[in-house]
């Protein structure tokens, strides 16, 4: 994995002046819930100070009230020394605070130039080359590469982010605020952005950083605050920001087991068997998994993750080579794979689009997939589908456990353990894991984790991860993914290879 | 002796083809806002009764025009109070739009029908008019139709040079991402509903004021549904607008020649020619590309709090 190494120039420049933003005693109730409770926190010109906690810490709240989208039930902002309130998102932004959402808000069909301009423009007529001009010395002061001339829709995730960032650089935005920002992203594009961020601080901004990966907080920041159940339990100070272990107790108010302890199952059948798959971007693909082991695709994402998995799971029809699920060929299993027994589970990593219906409830979203179970003819027996779903939810530890809430109120990863409940209440014999833990806090990857090891017993499962700790913990073999082509597999136990997973991700072979 | 032949159709075709570029473009203005709007063919007959009212008690066919627009416009914004104020579906009230439009028109237009006012006749653009076989097809026209020929262009630089523009743009494709810049899109919408309104106004006003100079009923024969058509088929770009907009002028005309001949096919055949290209053409611009996806919050009501 590759270590980040801070590159700030001058650290410190800033310090002694006074906060751009201090937060003094922020409270916020909805109701009788406690969001948040007496927070303090001050943000400094030229410092990156990461905001570490679970989800639902009350890191989203905080930080809306700070953007003006809610207003505190207490407490006071001081925005340059002056007391000051916010009454809509608007205030925030001329105050000079701007956020960068993880859904990004961005015009798809418009152009980088003009997404970054939009609403600033300064004259009635509209020049394209004058914006992009203006866009691309923004983007050089801050080293922040894009083609202004470009279509959104065209765009990277990666680079998408950089035309949020531009749009509140170009509105003289002083604090950044970037939730998760890293969640979408490939190990490059985060290290651009890291680098991008000291590039602001050292140019006097200050940023507020999101997240709850340790190392990127460890690599970026300079001030590190926690948070749990919506007060703020520690804050550490440049110089004695302490380890990963620490930072993760702190953070759960537990201890975590960040390593699991996975014992090796004796490997049954071969339940997926693909022979020379080609084509799609895919180049000579052997993979095999038995029953009994997990084999981990390690590789950066949009290495032919996607095609592989699509083709695996029936989206895609395989253009040449073999592939066979559960001793059956492709052509056999798809488009109808067998209703009861044998069968395929598929875990996406698009969680809200593909595996669930936003606005639908937590039963027909369990039905989904498992509807076969509950009907009779042309019935469904729906009073056991919700028992059924109402046990899953519960074995699973969904939280909040209303079965009539649409699955849009549910968090990320929250809505994970119902997906992998209900995907696990089918008997696979074989699981597809597409990035099953992006996005989720410490103590939900950890479950998560956990019920992928159970599950072994009786399945095999294929984990497509972009992160190499995931594929270390819980994988029996790895294979690692490069523009199309698996470059090397082996077992765990090869530590001599396994040492060398960053050279093979970026597609040295090495002997 | 072929040309001869030609030619008045082809100038018959850009006449036909006039009211229903003004209804594309104005269809294609609200939609690029974000609203769907089916209530063309309601707002066509509404400008074309008024226009026609307005010529023939005022003797002033520019007047009538401007009335058209204006009223047609504040027509269109019953949809608006629909759609913006209630988030009610666009689908609905945009055929209540039709139904009502229609009806009214039918209503009031009674007493009127078969009366005649004031209106545009052609007349020859020096110069341009003399160019050989182009000037008899494009420039022996009318003032309309010259007007109609700078709209597209128009269109394209509205929505791609001017703040204004981009930002009824972004409303039509992100709503939120509208709103984050601090503009606000509710606002934008009821603009793109009321000059869409006043396009679509203008283009039943020139079938009352220069393709006829009377009124009768059901003037415009399901023109406004081609124009909702038409702005799919011109992936809700301006330029193809113009070109879809003459292809069925062309049919409508080919077929009023073709009756005149005294053609052999039955008569209701050939007047179902224009309906029957609506639908092929609506199959062949099915096959969505890049840059010619719909805007992407099209139909999307806007919710209070989002």
């Known amino acids: ?511 | 002796m072929g040309l001869e032949l030609i030619i008045p159709i082809l100038a018959a075709t850009i006449q036909s083809g006039t009211p229903i570029l003004y209804a594309t473009l104005g269809e294609m203005l609200t939609e690029r806002s974000g609203v769907l709007n089916l209530g063309v063919e309601g707002m066509m007959i509404f400008g074309a009764f008024f226009a026609f009212l307005v010529s023939h008690y005022t003797g002033s066919p520019w007047l009538a025009f401007a009335c058209a627009g204006i009223l047609a416009g504040l027509f269109g914004l019953a949809h608006a109070v629909v759609c913006l104020v209630f988030q009610g579906n666009q689908v609905v009230s945009g055929l209540a739009l039709t139904i009502l439009g229609v009806g009214l028109a039918d209503f009031l237009g009674t007493p009127y029908v078969g009366l005649s006012a004031d209106g545009f006749s052609p007349f020859s653009v020096p110069l341009l008019s003399s160019l050989p076989v182009l000037g008899d097809i494009f420039f022996k026209q009318d003032a309309l139709v010259y007007l109609s020929y700078f709209l597209p262009f128009l269109f394209w630089f509205f929505m791609n040079r001017t703040k204004w523009g981009l930002a009824v743009g972004a409303a039509g494709e992100n709503p939120a991402a509208c709103f984050a810049a601090g503009l606000n899109p509710v606002k934008l919408r009821w603009a793109g509903i009321f000059f869409g309104g006043v396009l679509c106004g203008l283009g039943g006003a020139y079938l009352s004021l220069a393709y006829t100079h009377l009124w009768t009923n059901n003037m415009t024969a399901g023109r406004g549904w081609i124009a909702v058509a038409l702005v799919i088929f011109a992936f809700w770009r301006p330029g193809r607008a113009m070109f879809g907009a003459y292809l069925f002028g062309g049919i409508m005309a080919f077929q009023l020649r073709l009756q005149a001949v005294g053609a052999t096919l039955p008569s209701s055949l050939l007047l179902m020619l224009p309906y029957a290209l609506t639908i092929i053409v609506l199959l062949f611009s099915s096959a969505r590309g890049k840059g010619r996806q719909a805007p992407a919050a099209l139909g999307v009501n806007i919710e209070p709090g989002e």
């Open chain 1, 1 to 511: 994995m590759a270590e980040y190494v801070n590159k700030r120039t001058n650290r410190g420049a800033f310090a002694g002046q006074t906060p751009f933003v201090r937060l003094q005693g922020i409270s916020k109730h909805f109701g009788k819930v406690r969001a948040n409770h007496e927070i303090n926190l001050d943000i400094r010109p030229g410092m990156i100070k990461a905001l570490l906690g679970e989800n639902g810490a009350g890191k989203s709240t905080l930080m809306s009230i700070l953007s003006g989208r809610f207003q505190q039930t207490s407490g006071d902002i001081y925005v340059d020394g002056n007391l000051t309130s916010f009454a809509s998102p608007k205030d925030a932004i001329k105050a000079g605070i701007g956020m960068v959402y993880q859904h990004f808000m961005l015009v798809e069909s418009m152009t980088v130039a003009q997404n970054v301009l939009l609403g600033q423009e300064k004259a009635f007529l509209v020049s394209p080359k004058e914006q992009e001009k203006e866009v691309a010395a923004l983007a050089e002061q801050y080293g922040l590469p894009i083609d202004p001339a470009a279509t959104v829709s065209s765009l990277s995730m990666g680079e998408k982010q950089r035309v949020e960032i531009l749009k509140l650089l170009y509105r003289d935005s002083r604090v950044l605020i970037l939730d998760e920002p890293t969640a979408v992203l490939t190990p490059t594009e985060t290290e651009q952005l890291f680098e991008a961020m000291w590039r602001m601080a050292d140019q006097g901004k200050s940023l507020v950083f999101i997240s709850h990966k340790l190392k990127e907080v460890m690599a970026v920041a300079d001030e590190v605050a926690i948070l749990r159940k919506g007060e703020i339990v520690d804050e550490f100070k440049e110089s004695d920001v302490p380890n990963e272990t620490v930072l993760a107790n702190r953070m759960v108010g537990r201890d975590v087991e960040l390593s699991l302890d996975a014992q090796p199952v004796e490997p049954g059948a071969t339940v997926l068997d693909v022979q020379g798959l080609d084509g799609d971007g895919l180049e000579e693909i052997m993979l095999s998994v038995r029953k009994g082991e997990i084999v981990a695709i390690a590789g950066v994402a949009g290495n032919g993750q996607k095609e592989l998995v699509e083709v695996i799971c029936g989206l895609r029809k395989p253009i040449k080579g073999d592939v066979s699920i559960l001793g059956l060929e492709w052509h056999d299993f798809y488009p109808r794979p067998p209703r009861k027994g044998r069968s395929l589970a598929y875990i996406p990593e698009d969680r809200q689009g593909l595996a669930t219906c936003k606005f639908v409830d937590l039963v027909d979203n369990f039905l989904l997939t498992t509807r076969h179970s509950f009907t009779t003819g042309p019935f469904l027996n729906r009073s056991k589908a919700v028992d059924t779903t109402v046990d899953i939810v519960e074995q699973f530890n969904v939280q909040p456990g209303h079965i009539d809430a649409d699955a849009r109120s549910l968090s990320g990863g929250n809505l994970q353990k119902l997906v992998i409940g209900r995907e696990f209440y089918r008997q696979p014999d074989i699981i597809v894991a597409e990035n099953p833990t992006q996005g989720l806090d410490i103590s939900a990857t950890e479950e998560v984790w956990q019920r992928l090891l159970e599950v072994r017993n009786r399945a095999g499962i294929l984990l497509i991860t972009s992160e190499l700790n995931e594929a270390l913990q819980l994988a029996d073999r790895i294979a690692v993914m490069y523009r199309g082509r698996i470059i090397d597999q082996f077992p765990k136990s090869d530590t001599k290879k396994v040492d060398a997973i960053g050279l093979m991700m970026a597609g040295v072979t090495p002997e």
